[in-house]
Each structure stands twice: as C-alpha cells, then as structure tokens.
T-cell receptor
Framework: ETGVTQSPTHLIKTRGQQVTLRCSSQ?????VSWYQQALGQGPQFIFQ???????GRGNFPPRFSGLQFPNYSSELNVNALELDDSALYLC????????????FGPGTRLLVL | QKEVEQDPGPLSVPEGAIVSLNCTYS??????FMWYRQYSRKGPELLMY????GNKEDGRFTAQVDKSSKYISLFIRDSQPSDSATYLC?????????FGTGTRLTIIP
C-alpha cells in the first residue's frame, strides 16, 4: 500500500506566474483534499474532490483551481501568484467522505518572490 | 474571533510528564474533532478522531471533548522525546476541516 505522494517537493516562482502542484492519493482512496499551511499556522482548507467532482471549497479566490483524474490523483493550480501564496501546500486523501481515514502527503513548499 | 483557538506555545516538559494540549472553538455546528501530530517538514499525521463528548483513549493518548463548553483536549501520558512535534487540533463539518494554529511541544530528556 503506497501513501500519499506530492510533487514537486519545493518550488520557487515569481509574482504573477502560474503553478501546478500534483498529488497521488493513497491506494484505494477516492477523495482528495487540498490545504494551504502558512508558516506558523495550521492548514487551511482550499477544496475537496470526490470522484472527480469538487465537493466543497474554503475561502480561497477562483485563481485557486483543481482537478481530479479518473485514477483519483489530483492537481492544484494557482494563477497570478501573489507573495502571500508562499506556503506549504498539503494534499490529503481519504476513502469516501470519511475524514477519519484522511492521510496527508508531505507537502509542496512554494516560495513566491 | 477565529473559529478555533489554540495556544501556539512553545511548550517544554520533562520526559515522563503528562502533557495537556487544549483548543476552544466557537462554531457549535462542528460534527467531529481530531488531533494531528506534525513533525518538522512533514505532513500532519492523525492521532485521534472523535465525534462525541467524552473521553477516547488510544495507548498513551487520551482525547477529551466537551461540547457544552466548546473545549477539546489531548493528554499524552509518559511523554517521550519522540513526542516532540507540533500538535494541531482540527474540527470538521461535512467535508471542511478547520485547524488550530498548532502547539509546538518539546519533551526534554
């Protein structure tokens, strides 16, 4: 059984650019949630995908968008990057909508200059 | 006011001590309550999950929820240096999890 993996591990972008982050869910999991964790803060819910459909969204602007593929892997896209987007982006997968089965990946650390 | 309040610490205790970590919340609609442990440069790891008031025990860890006071706690017995990490409380309603800021804990050998 493989765990949740994310790529890349680190990324540096400049303000105004676009970025795509990737997540492979744990084997057997069909739900993926994305979180943003700023330094010294707890993770903030961005959105969740269940069976390729968006299933809920937090307080993030539309320039944060996502996708889930038939194999349940997922992408997070951020357009028009801002300095405040610098954070650790965490992906978590779960079985259905059962939050107690949620496992986090190691995250992608994004720095926007 | 934040929906979930958690003292960021840092908290340092000697090895073997009982650790108490706490969070308060303002949203009575939260349906379930969780505690995560996060080591440096790693993703959070689920420690405890509960959806009712009362105590839930798992090994050295006990989670306590008091819905009437909107207060949750995590107790760690016989603390070990390997317990040194940031502990995050999280509360959920449907698909949305709301996290506290995390408490940084150091267990001193």
């Amino acid at each position: 059984e493989t765990g949740v993996t994310q790529s890349p591990t680190h990324l540096i972008k400049t303000r105004g650019q676009q970025v795509t982050l990737r997540c492979s869910s744990q084997s057997g999991h069909n739900t993926v949630s994305w979180y943003q964790q700023a330094l010294g803060q707890g993770p903030q819910f961005i959105f969740q995908y269940y069976r390729e459909e968006e299933n809920g969204r937090g307080n993030f602007p539309p320039r944060f968008s996502g996708l889930q593929f038939p194999n349940y892997s997922s992408e997070l896209n951020v357009n028009a990057l801002e300095l405040d987007d610098s954070a650790l982006y965490l992906c978590a997968s779960s079985l259905g909508l059962e939050q107690e089965t949620q496992y986090f990946g190691p995250g992608t650390r994004l720095l926007v200059l | 006011q934040k929906e979930v309040e958690q003292d960021p610490g840092p908290l340092s205790v000697p090895e073997g001590a009982i650790v108490s970590l706490n969070c308060t919340y303002s949203n009575s609609a939260f349906q379930y309550f969780m505690w995560y442990r996060q080591y440096s440069r790693k993703g959070p790891e689920l420690l405890m999950y509960t959806y009712s008031s009362g105590n839930k025990e798992d090994g050295r860890f006990t989670a306590q929820v008091d819905k009437s006071s909107k207060y949750i706690s995590l107790f760690i017995r016989d603390s070990q240096p390997s317990d040194s990490a940031t502990y995050l409380c999280a509360m959920g309603r449907n698909e949305k999890l709301t996290f506290g800021t995390g408490t940084r804990l150091t267990i001193i050998p």
